[in-house]
């Protein structure tokens, strides 16, 4: 079954950087349009950003953009998400997916909870 496996979340101060992970596995990855979500507390989760099957196409929040950048690695089924100039409404778990145009097709993996401290 499908896998989605979220990591390098944590506490950072505004103004910082980090890198989220996230590794894919029992779907064809190569070909996927991937995407980033996250979820405040008590908040919906909502879309983040978008990379295409070869990177050649990005998409990303308004809230987000000129922050974040994301990328991937076909060769090693992961998609990644990195965060600069972070800011306290960064504050959420994060979730990577599979996607058709915002749209996640998988059930969610477990996330990775990022932190941003005033």
């Known amino acids: 079954q499908v896998q989605l496996v979220e990591s390098g979340g944590g506490l950072v101060q505004t103004g910082g950087s980090l890198r989220l992970s996230c590794a894919a596995s029992?779907?064809?990855?190569?070909?996927?349009?991937m995407g980033w979500f996250r979820q405040a507390p008590g908040k919906e989760r909502e879309f983040v950003a978008h990379?295409?099957?070869?990177?050649?196409?990005?998409y990303y929040a308004d809230s987000v953009k000129g922050r974040f950048s994301i990328s991937r690695d076909n060769a090693k089924n992961t998609v990644s998400l990195q965060m600069n100039s972070v800011k306290p409404e960064d504050t959420a778990s994060y979730f990577c997916?599979?996607?058709?145009?915002?749209?996640?097709?998988?059930?969610w993996g477990q996330g990775t909870q990022v932190t941003v401290s005033s």
């Open positions: 997916n599979r996607v058709v145009g915002r749209a996640p097709l998988y059930n």
């Open positions: 990379i295409s099957w070869n990177g050649g196409s990005t």
């Open positions: 029992s779907f064809t990855f190569s070909t996927a349009t």
